[in-house]
């Protein structure tokens, strides 16, 4: 049974912030699960902090690139964030400023999230 995600669509200087978990050769978009009672923004907020030490200058509900996949429905937000990365190496093994056109292994949710957020923010 797939279970909920926070997932962050952080954009910047045209350039998406991936994330790759410790044991995985693929990137996907940084996030993950909920605490009790926390919506999607605070769930993107908190773990984009703990996972990145990046902090969130704003943050947009993005209903309409929610994505559902066979592990997970991604519940997407998009961030605005200061400072550059630093990953929390108990859960993650790198990041990229990814241009989307580089071929690089990727989690299936990150070319249908953009893909969303393209056709909406046009």
Request: proline share 4%; with cysteine.
């Given at each position: ?114 893909r969303k957020y393209k056709i909406?923010?046009?």
């Amino acid at each position: 049974m797939p279970r909920y995600r926070a997932t962050a669509l952080i954009i910047r200087n045209d350039k998406v912030l991936l994330v790759r978990d410790k044991g995985r050769h693929d990137y996907s978009m940084p996030g993950g699960g909920f605490k009790p009672r926390e919506s999607t923004i605070q769930a993107c907020i908190r773990e984009v902090a703990e996972e990145l030490k990046m902090k969130v200058i704003s943050a947009t509900r993005l209903r309409s690139c929610d994505h559902e996949g066979e592990r997970a429905h991604h519940k997407v937000s998009l961030l605005v964030v200061e400072g550059i990365p630093h990953i929390d190496h108990k859960e993650l093994d790198g990041f990229i400023w990814w241009d989307m056109k580089e071929k690089i292994p990727l989690q299936g949710h990150v070319k249908s999230i953009l893909r969303k957020y393209k056709i909406t923010s046009q």
